[in-house]
């Protein structure tokens, strides 16, 4: 499965991946998404998200939710 990343314009740390490039059920309150990649089929997701996981919630619910965490900050 070839999964897409997307970006909310709503909430500037919030991802999805879907299983489809238009996005089509990605959550309404968070939209408008953007797509800012993509994920071959045999690829590793980033971060070390596992994989399977991420296509059973596709599977499941048409996309997956995920945060990214603040950058550790430099002392």
């Known amino acids: ?6 970006k909310s314009d709503v909430d500037a740390k919030l991802r999805a991946f879907a299983g489809d490039l238009l996005g089509s059920k990605l959550p309404d309150q968070f939209r408008p998404w953007r797509a800012v990649g993509s ?4 690829s590793e997701p ?5 994989r399977a996981h991420i296509e059973k919630a596709i599977n499941d ?8 965490r ?4 430099v002392a």
């Open 1 to 6: 499965m070839r999964i897409f990343v997307f």
């Open 39 to 42: 994920i071959a089929p045999d």
């Open 46 to 50: 980033p971060h070390q998200l596992p």
């Open 61 to 68: 619910h048409g996309f997956q939710l995920w945060r990214m």
């Open 70 to 73: 603040p950058k550790a900050k």
